[in-house]
């Protein structure tokens, strides 16, 4: 059985930072990209960022430059390290996997979702 389980949100002043986590199980890590998305309140879903199963990455304009995303494979983990945080960037933020190895942020074919993980930002 496929498990994403998300954590590390929590409240952060405006420039503080975050590293959020997700733990996957039930499926080989490596053979497959995986995305970060977040949902503003209000708003409709927004991904982030994409690490193909290879390592490469993509990040949507308004978190790159701030935001990194990584993944251990020893820990079947990925990782998104937030930094300068504004405001805008309050979310609940979800962790999603690919049917295969490489994808693009505006391919929305995602097959399975972590619960999500509150960021709030306080200015």
């Known amino acids: 059985e496929v498990q994403l389980q998300a954590s590390g949100g929590g409240l952060v002043q405006s420039g503080g930072s975050l590293r959020l986590s997700c733990v996957a199980s039930?499926?080989?890590?490596?053979?497959?990209?995986m995305s970060w998305i977040r949902q503003a309140p209000g708003k409709g879903l927004e991904c982030i960022s994409v690490?193909?199963?290879?390592?490469?990455?993509t990040y949507a304009d308004s978190v790159k430059g701030r935001f990194t995303i990584s993944r251990d494979y020893a820990k079947n983990t990925l990782y998104l390290q937030m930094n300068s945080l504004k405001p805008e960037d309050t979310a609940v933020y979800y962790c999603?996997?690919?049917?295969?190895?490489?994808?693009?942020?505006?391919?929305?074919?995602?097959?399975?979702w972590g619960q999500g993980t509150l960021v709030t930002v306080s200015s």
């Open positions: 999603a996997k690919y049917p295969r190895s490489w994808a693009r942020c505006d391919e929305v074919d995602r097959d399975y």
């Open positions: 039930g499926f080989t890590f490596s053979n497959y990209a």
């Open positions: 690490m193909s199963g290879g390592g490469s990455t």
